[in-house]
């Protein structure tokens, strides 16, 4: 049995416990960091990790954090951490088990790095606003980019002698590398701007070196008068990592998607040599070196890795470190919930994300890309391999049909139950299949459409199948797959790439997907069995689709926030969290569950089936709404919610950070409120609008669009 680790998170009005998937080790890692005491810190996609036995297991540390990518971890000597994370700054003050955001001052969610020296104090770089500068561990905070002529900062360094190195990104006009020698008070540039630098080292004599992402090494003994490429050996010029050994060593990790993923010099550069004995994959994405002199590295797709040998071998060292991306959910009449991976499997749940199990027999560590009931109980699960078929909830699958070998390549990856009894199975890159007999045999569909480029799959209350294709649309059927016509280009001049489709109760269809071309939407809806589409007012990209028994649609997307929730038939669309979302499913209960990368799998703390929110209904914690309309013009509704009386102040901010409105200032009774910005007047731009409570602080983002 595997144990989950669980604890509430908000969404935007929604309350959600998040349960993660233990199990073998996988995932991104993007960061590293060593705790004073040893520990060490890895930032994923979506949270972070602690291990205090030098990689050997791991531990999640995310109480308080957003299901969110940690790029940037700083460390203090105090042990004291602070982490940017979906654009905000938090902070530890316990190895990471608990965090809490940290007020810069200009919180408007664009926070991009953070660093931190004894001598020079904590510095915070922003996605287009240049650096904030903190001298009293982050109790205050002033700006500090005089000289900086990109205002896109990508991360801090720091030298021996108190200087600050900071790089910025390489798509905006102006330098990529700047200095600092007064801590901040001005920065000069140290390198032009036709080379990136997402990675830096330097020694103390002075020597500056910074890894490209796409010319190599280069190395400068006068501040960046003058650059020398240090490339001989070195088979990948993108580099993700630098880190200084003793005497002339270095070591350099690299992210391309062929090619080694780590070298070793010994002679400062003159001559790299491949180091990967150990490790699975070439794209590495961060190194940290040790005191002791240990290496980690944390890799795109594999985890961490440790080598004791200056790199001669490297050890996966990722026991415990969640990383499974969830790609389909599927729940039984009985609420056992039905979780497929990318790359492990099947996992089970018969009590909402408590406890974890899985099959004893069947798919094994397959990538499961579709799953699905029928009328009479049976699970099935689409992989590579081909289909797969339960009759007892999920603990045991047998193979129902293997995709033959001029299908290599392959993938089910979809599947689809009709009222009238029948299965249907979509293969990418092969073709459709029919079960007339609960899965036990497959017909191949012959006229199915010739653009094999297949996606989801649905059947309505009518019998109308409907199948996505990435290509060419939707394409539909009224005779159980004899014959396909495609519906019209979903309400704009081409036909978007189409990820997922769900019918709700009123049988209208919703079909999600990726934004392509005019109306420029991701999100449509057809009231006819799929014949005609219309555009609903979404532009992330939707991944999955669900819908409850009481007609609430739920949509799945790469936007922070992550599910959206219609509760009237599409016309409307309100945030509800939590996290980027691959999957959704609602259970027979109500439950909604979002599953995402890293393990992470949220499931709302309530029924969505329960009772409505009504007048005088008090919300479990403080939040604040995402606006709608957003975009808008000239006015929109921003809602929020308080658990108790408190004193609210709500304003509003244009990209300069000026208040140009205060909308409440006062004390408020607890539940919900509505309050309405009018835009009149002000010219066409980003504006961002921020609630404050005794004890909470959230800044949002809105946009006039005349």
Known sequence: MLLSCAHVVNGQGIAWVRTTLNGPAMGSVVSLARLPS????????????????????????????????????????????????????????????????????????????????????????????????????????????????????????FDSSGAVYAATLAWWDGHRLHRSTDNGGFWASISDGSVDAPAFACRASGTLYIGTGGTGVLRTTDYGTTWESLNTGLEVLGVSALALGGGDTMFAATAQSEGPGFYRTVDGGGHWQVMCTGISESYVRCLLQTPAGELFVG???????????????????????????????????SGVLIVGTEGDGIFVTSDQGQTWSVPASGIGRESVWALTRDSTGHLFAGTAHGIFRSS????????????????????????????DGLLYAAIRDYGLLKSTDAGLSWQSLTNAPTDKSYYPLAVTRQNVVLLGTLTGGIYRSTDAGVNWLPADSLGGVCPPSVYCLVTDVADNVFAGGRVTCPPFSSLFMSTDQGRRWGACNMT?????????????????????????????????????????????????????????????????VESTTGVARRAGALPSATMLDHNYPNPFNPSTTIRYGLPQRLHVTLTVFNALGQQIAQLVNGEQEAG???????????????????????NFVQTRKLVLLR
Request: net charge negative.
């Open 392 to 419: 007892n909830e999920g603990s045991t699958w047998t193979t129902v049909y293997t995709i033959p070998p001029e299908g290599t390549g392959a993938i089910v990856i979809s599947l689809a139950a009709s009222p």
């Open 38 to 157: 040893g520990g060490i810190l890895a930032g994923t996609y979506t949270t972070l990790f602690l291990s205090t036995d030098d990689g050997n297991n791991w531990v999640q540390k995310a109480t308080g954090l957003p299901a969110a990518p940690v790029y940037s971890i700083s460390v203090l000597p105090t042990g004291v951490v602070y982490v940017v994370s979906e654009g905000y700054l938090y902070r530890s003050t316990d190895s990471g088990t608990n965090w809490a955001l940290v007020s810069t001052g200009f919180d408007y969610g664009t926070l991009s790095c953070v660093g931190y020296s004894p001598t020079t104090g904590l510095f915070v770089g922003t996605w287009g606003y240049g650096i904030l500068r903190s001298i009293n561990d982050g109790a205050s905070w002033f700006w500090a980019k005089s000289g900086l002529d990109n205002p896109y900062v990508q991360y801090f360094s």
């Open 540 to 604: 992330s990209d939707i991944y999955a689709l669900a819908a409850n028994s009481r007609g609430e649609v739920y949509a799945g997307s790469d936007a922070v926030g992550g599910v959206f929730s219609s509760k009237d038939a599409g016309a409307s669309w309100e945030a509800v969290g939590p996290i980027t979302t691959t999957a959704l499913a609602v259970d027979p209960q109500g439950f909604l569950y979002a599953g995402g990368g890293q393990g992470n799998l949220f499931r709302t």
């Open 299 to 333: 890799a795109e797709n594999s985890g961490v890795y440790r080598s004791l040998d200056r790199a001669e071998q490297w050890t996966s060292v990722s026991t415990g470190m969640t990383g499974k991306t969830i790609r389909c959910l599927v729940s039984t009449s």
């Open 672 to 694: 919900y409120h509505d309050v309405q910005f009018d835009g009149s007047g002000l010219a066409s731009g980003v504006y961002f609008y921020r609630l404050s409570t005794n």
